[in-house]
Each structure stands twice: as C-alpha cells, then as structure tokens.
C-alpha cells in the first residue's frame, strides 16, 4: 500500500482563489491517490503591507505538517512576486526558517515565459538554502493545461514527484550555498560635493534621477552614490524607494492592461510615469540581500507593471550601483542586463563593491559616471543581445495576439514599429518565393555558394570603401 503523504500547496499568486497556476496545482494533486493536500495563499495574504500575523503562525505549523511542497506561483517581473519573497522573509524573521529542513519541493509557475528561468532559479535556490530537496518544476502558459498530452504530462510529473518523495530518493543539488562574504568597506579619497551645488550651467543639462534603497547611510551604497554624484556632471535627484507609502504589492487582476490605472490607490502609477517620463537619465542604488535585491526593489518593480508593456526607459540611459556579492549572484546580473536589454534602456554600467582597494572602484564610479553623461549626450544607442532580442520578439507576438484588450500597449507597439514581424518584410517575401523555386536546381544553389562570401557583405563593403561617416 502506498504511504500517504502530506502535500502543501504554497500559492504565491495575490489573484489567490481566482490564480490560474494555483488550477495546475490543484489539477495535478487531484489526480492522485494517498495523498492529502492543504492549500496556503501567501500571495493573497501578503500583498497587504498590514497583514494578519495569526496567519503565518498557521502557515508555519501547515508548512510543519507537510512532506512535501508544491511552490505555486507565477513569474512577476522575471522573478516570482514580491509576495512570495516576503513568505520566505517573515519566516525567517520569525526565526523559523528550519520549518522547511528536510522536506521535499517542486514549483508549478505560469506565466508567459518570460525570464521564467530566472523565477524557477531562485525557486531551486530558495528551496536547497533552506534544506529542501528541490526536483524541477514545470512551466506553463495560459493555454498548455486545455491540451490533452500536455495533462498527460503533468500528471507524469506530479507522480514522480510524489514517488521520489515517499522513496525519499535522493536529488541533485544545483546551487552552492552561499557563502557570507562582505564587499570591503568603501572609503572613497575625496569629500564628495552636496547634490544641491551643482548646476546645470556645465552644459547641457541632462534631468537625471536616482533610484536607490539606501542613501546617506553608513552602507557601502551611499559612499558609491556620493562619488558617482559627485562625477556626474548634472543635478541629480534622490529618490529613496522605502519612501513611497506603497499602500499593497501588484494585485495581478490587470486592471492597469484593461482599463488603463492601476487598481491600488497609493498614487504610485503617477508617481512612476511622471518620473520616467521626465527624466533622460535613471541611475539604480541597488543593496543586495540573500540572492536577488532587497525585497522592496521587487515590491517596486512590481508595481512599475502598472505601465504596461510599455518600455518606459526606450532610448534613454541608465548605470546600476549594486553593493553586494554580485559576483556571486549571476542571475541577479542577468536580471539587471535582460531589464535594461529588452526595456532598450542603455545601461553604462553595473558596478559592485567587490573591489579589494577603494581607489579602484572610485574610479570606476566616477569614470562611469562621465561616460554616462558623455554617452546620454551624444544619444549614444547600445546594442541588444540575446536577452534583449528574445525578450522583445516575445513581448511582440504576446502583444500582437492580444491587441484587442490591451490598446494602450498596442498603441505603443504600433507607434514604435515594434511589430516588426519577417512575413510583412514584402521584398524579403519575393526574394525567398524567387529563390525557392531557382533552389530546386542544384547548379543554382552551387552557383549561389560560390558567390555567397562576396555576395554577403557586398553592401557593406561599399559602405567602407566609401570613407562616408
Ligand atoms: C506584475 C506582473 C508581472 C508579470 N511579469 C511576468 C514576467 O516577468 N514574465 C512572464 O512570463 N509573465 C509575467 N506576468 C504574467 C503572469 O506570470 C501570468 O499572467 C500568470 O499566468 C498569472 O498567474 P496567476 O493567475 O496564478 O496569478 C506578469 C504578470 C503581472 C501581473
């Protein structure tokens, strides 16, 4: 007879009940036998900046009870909602973060795999840092669960999970814990001049503003910040992100996608766009904690989902100040560049504190800074790579298929001629009807790999002999 084991379900969606991702969980629970299952909705419960504290005394004692845990959420922002991270904090918080020991995990997310790599990541890692054994998850989007093989395949997957969980199988552990490293403390050789003394007389004045979770603190991030500004040839405004009177996290009910403002009533839609529209330059203070950013750049970024789709930063220029073990943390990196790559935001520069000698990143900071101001003066375009292009074409067809519902993200597609789809390039369309036919015969594709090398780059050939600019 089979052993009948505990299962809990963690759901980290704030859409609570109504979750989509929380139906494959349920799903794929349902299907088995020997099984009991309770259901937690962190994500609903948490999204409140006041919660109920009785509450997460009864998640800790249902986490307790379990033997394994299914983690359920979607991707938020490439990574998993703010709401989910704070679970993990106030748990840590309570002093109770060896509840998990032991226990087996996997994640069910959907999403629109977007960066859904880095959720699953941080899942993995979250879950083998607290002494779980972490078996992949899957990933869905919002059609994969309606087709056939695709149930099939989850019902696969959950009972393989199970059985690994009553044999107590051993798993692979994919990321090494991380080590408590401290950045050297940062003494910067110069006293910095206040922000207020600068003027714009030096030039064209660039409206920068700075984004940062610490500022004037005792914190490595400050001295960082107090040098880059002090570099940086134009005024800069400081805006603390613990500031803001964030009245909740992202409900995810879309109401900002569907009827164009965002369902919280704390003021913070206004307060993004009026910043980033206004501004040429956004410079990022960032801490780390654990392995992502302090919690409350994912509160933040979550919230900025209130515009949409649409890439508020396109063309502008931004550096990041990260103080922390970044270079222990590559997802964090790859979160920072995939941002800025497919928002086409021109990041400069991403500096740590990891640096042994203080000159050495001092100069970095400020060599940084005048590249910044000298890069965003010339309107200085970066190119994009694989985070980028990816990103992009995935947001295009997203955006394309639901054009109906979401106008204003259309509006802005259309107007920036982001759907840039091949099957509307029409010259393109009549080259490859010509050459599919003239390809069925072999001389032709013979004749066509002898003339290729030269044929390739023939135009841009031209372009350098020219010696135009
Ligand atoms: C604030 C917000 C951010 C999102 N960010 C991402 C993302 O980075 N990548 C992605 O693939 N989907 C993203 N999505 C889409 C959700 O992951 C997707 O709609 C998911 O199926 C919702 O699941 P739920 O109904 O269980 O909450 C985002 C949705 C919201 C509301």
Known sequence: MKRLINVLIVNGSPKGEYSLTLQ????????????????????????????????????????????????????????????????FELIKDAGKSDVFFGKY??????????????????????????????????TADNTDMLGKDNRASMRFFMHEFLETCRNKSVVERRFMPLKETKSPEFKPSRVTEPVSSKSAAQGASLKTVLLTDEYRKDGNLSA?????????????????????????GCHGYLRCELVGECDRKDGFQDFYVNLVNSCDVLLFGMNTQDRFLKPIWKLFLDRTFSNGHRTSMMGKHTAYLVAGPLRSLPDVRQFLEGKSNVGRENAIGIISDEYEHSAQLECLLRETAESLSKAALAK???????????????????????RGVVPDDNRFYRKNKL???????????????????????????????????????????????SGKP
């Not at 910040?225 to 009245?247: L, Q, T």
């Not at 985070?387 to 394309?400: A, E, M, Q, S, T």
């Not at 099957?423 to 050459?435: E, H, S, T, V, Y």
Request: hydrophobic residues 45%; aromatic residues 16%; glycine residues 6%.
């Open 380 to 402: 200085y375009q970066k190119s994009v790579n694989f985070l980028g292009v990816g990103g992009i074409k995935l947001f295009r067809d997203l955006i394309y298929s639901m």
């Open 24 to 87: 494959h969980s349920l799903y794929m629970l349902g299907q088995e036998d020997a099984v009991n299952s309770k259901v937690i909705q962190a994500g609903e419960v948490l999204s409140s900046i006041i919660f109920d504290k009785a509450w997460l005394e009864s998640a800790i004692s249902d986490i307790e009870w379990s033997d394994a845990i299914i983690l359920t959420t979607p991707v938020y922002t490439m990574l998993v909602p703010w709401q989910l991270m704070r679970f």
């Open 419 to 465: 759907y840039d789809f091949p099957q509307k390039d029409i010259a393109r369309q009549i080259f490859n009807l010509g050459m599919g036919f003239l390809f069925k015969f072999k001389f032709i594709r013979v004749g066509a790999y002898e003339r290729m090398p030269a044929l390739y780059i023939k135009l841009h050939k031209h372009i350098v002999n």
């Open 105 to 138: 995990a996997t994640s069910m997310m959907t999403c629109f795999h977007y960066y859904d790599h880095l959720a699953e990541n941080w899942l993995r890692a979250k879950s083998e840092d607290l002494g779980m054994s972490y078996l992949e998850g899957r």
């Open 224 to 248: 960082m910040i107090d040098v880059f500004i002090d570099a940086y040839p134009h005024p800069v405004e400081v805006v603390d992100i613990n500031d803001f009177p964030y009245e909740a």
